[in-house]
Each structure stands twice: as structure tokens, then as C-alpha cells.
């Protein structure tokens, strides 16, 4: 009989922003931020603030490529002299209701720490930069500065003139984002071309942002752009100015030449096939960070993957297959996969924060507000139940099941499992066993689910975890199930 084999020596330490959500104001792509802010009461919405608070994101990161033409200034001070901008990226308009004010509002209800992506010189994309005659959206160095100073110099006059008498403390900040990646030209073409800085031209700009920066707070977490080997330049150029390496990881791209096996519905037609097409995604998760490791291993440094999700091109909103439990149960095994890479990755994600339209989004919002109720998708489900039940010290845990992927955390006396049963037609008998150590009492929290049961507005709740209490020496996980597992050691 196979079993799960725990070591509980404590091993590096875990960092606290492993499942960490970020959130961007997509417009017409997806109605993400707007979508959860009260326009009358000027707050966010009641049943959001409640569902987030079971989602509990240890960081929220506020960006993405809308960082590269964002004036933060167009969004703080009174409502009445907020300026609505273009979102170049996403289309249509963002009213900037929303900026800086009310997202470190919406960290502190989460009892999140918050991450800024500051407007590098708009990446170096000129079309961002400038997209129309008279229109500057370019970011400089020493407005990123004067955004610093203006979250946490306690004296800052701008700020307390707001109504914001105490620092708002803002302590990481991304420079630069996804500025080696190719996006569509401007005209509407989708011919993929890279009109961003180079790494060299990266480097020198993220040499700048971060010397402007400190100026303002030494004592800033910086983040620099590396990925698409960023990295060497940056390590090699800036130092200790930088204190973590920034990637993004959209796994999947490959699940776009199967065909219509992934889109829309007719992921339906091959189960099985689907089933290990989303469960070969960990593979290229594990190559990406594998890869990074590499980079970032002579200088020292540690990494932070601010973005991550899957990325199914065709279907309604980002792929259909990511509301099923499949979905989830992938989902899953990756995070085990991030967890094994803790020793150097102190930050990642599986998801985008929230919308109402995107499968990629951890939560699903209903629009308008009073339509429904707001849900967690499969992957939210997934992050809420690993961050809820985990420990501050990575540990070792093995088993020689192939269809059983398991990571472990120690913290005390208290040991927990993350266990994933790959197998989605057999459940899995395995007995935990801790080396050395008595438990007294164990106790589970499992989601199981058909595998191509979809979530959906008429059945928000068919993913929630059920807690009971287990006997460690007769454990039987389900046909693809996911399990949080505590031991309580004597």
C-alpha cells in the first residue's frame, strides 16, 4: 500500500505571498475593477468585500499593462476632479474612481499588503507612450518618486490635503511589466511585434526608477522586470537597488494547437484527453520557474511571479474548460509546484483577482451587482483552501502513487498537506505517516467534485471545501480530489 511519508523538520521559510492575487481595470475585456465599486456610496460592493475576505489574498497587486500608460495622479484627491483616461490596452474608458486611496482601502479590508506596478516610461512602447497627438501617457522616474512619497512620507502635503492624514505604507512596488513581451500592433493587426525597451534599455530605466525611488523610501521592496533573460542585465546593472526579480507565467499556450479539444464546449468530446493536456500545464509551470532559478542563482537574487494563469485562446471569455473542477484540480498541482520553488520564489499567483467575464479570474463577480451573487472559480477555490491551511516552513513530503501530488508546511507543532489526487476515476488510499512524530489529531478540508462539473450563477457553492476529521492511518482522498490537510503532532 502506497502512503504519503512526512518529514517535519523545517526546512526554508515560506513566504506569506504565495497565493497573492493582483488586480487591473480591463475595461471592455473584462469589467474587473469597476465591476466591484459602488458608484453611489463611493465604496466597494457589500457582497464582494464579504466573498474576498474568504478568498484572503495575502498581497493584492495593483497594474498589469495598464500600469504602462497609468498617471496615478489622475486618480486621488476629490471624486470631481478625477480624470477618466483611455485604457490602451483593454479598450474603452476607466473612470479612475478607483486609484490609490481605495485600492490600499481594499488591502486593508483583506488584510492584504499591497504591491504597486509603476508606469516605467510606458515600457518603452511608444504607442503607449504617446498614442495620439497631444496625448502623454509615458511614466517617469520622478513621478513614481512623488507616488512613493505620496503613500508613505508621513508628512506628505498632498496626501494629508486628500483627507489621508496617516501614510497609506506601500511597501513593494514593481518597476517595469512585461516589457520584453510582443503584443498586436497598433493598427488592429494581429501581427505580434516587441516595441519595447531591449534588456539593456530595461536595465537603465529600472536603474533610474529605483534610484528616484529610494530617494523618496529606502526601505521599498523593488521589483525589476527579468523575464525573457531581463534577468542577467538587471542583476548584473542594478544590485542591490533590486531586491526581487519579476515574471509572469501564462501556461497553456501549447493547449491552443490542440484544435477545438480545449474550445468553447468541445473540450467535452475527449475527456481524458483534456483531463492530461490541463494536468501537463504544472511541466511548463515548472520549467518557467526552473529556468529563472537558473538566471537569478549567481547574483543572489529572489523571484517574484506577479502574473500567472492559464492562457486557452478560443471559447467564450478565456476558455470554458476553466470553470470545470478539472480546471481546478490542475490549478492545484501547480500550486504544489510553486510551493516546491519557495526556496528562491518568494511571490506568485494562479489567477487574475476578479471580473465578470474572464474564467481566468479567481472570483466571478455578477454585473449588475444586484443580478446574482459573486462566486469563486475553481482556481479561487483552490488558493483560499492551500492560503488557509499552511504552514511558515516548507517541509518534505513524498509518496510513491503516481496520481498523488503532495507538498508539505510545518509551523509548531502543527504540520499541514497540500494532496492532490490526479486520478479523475479512482480514489486513492493513502495513510500519512510523519517520521518521529506522534499525530493527535488530523483533520481535512476537501473539495470533490465530477471532474466536468462547471460553476456557474445558478450553482455558486459546488466547490466549497467540507472539513472533517480523519484517521491518518486509513486516508482515501477522491477520484480528483484536493485536499488541506492539518496534523496536530504530540
Known sequence: MSKIKINPAAKHTLSPYLHMQFAEPLSNADISVDAAWNYVENCWEKNFVKLIKRLAPPMIRWGGCFASYYHWKEAVGPRSSRIPMLNLAWDGIFSNQIGTAEFVELCRIANSEPMMCVNMESDGRKTWANPAPGMDRCGSADEAAEWVDY?????????KSHGHADPLTIRYWQIGNETS??????????????DGYN??????AARRFATAMRKADNNLKLLAWGDDDYAFDICEELGDLIDLIAFHCHWGYSMNDKGVVLAKKFYKQDPELVWNTLLSSSKELDSKITAMKEQVKPYNKRLAMT???FCIFDGRDRGDVLSTWAAGVAYAKNLNVIARHSDVLDIATCADFFGNRWQVNAMMLPTPVYAGKAYLMPVGEVMGLYSAHCGKFAADAVC???DIDVTASVDGNKLYLHIVNTNAHHSVNVPLEVEGKKVVRATAWEIKSDPWHEINQLDTECFLPQKSEINTDNYTIAAAGVAAIELELA
Open 400 to 402: 510513491d502513487d503516481k
Open 181 to 194: 513581451y510582443r503584443y498586436p500592433e497598433a493598427n488592429g493587426d494581429r501581427v505580434w511585434v516587441h
Open 199 to 204: 534588456s539593456k534599455e530595461n536595465a537603465a
Open 307 to 309: 502574473e500567472g494563469h
Open 151 to 159: 503613500c508613505n512620507n508621513p508628512d506628505n502635503k498632498l496626501r
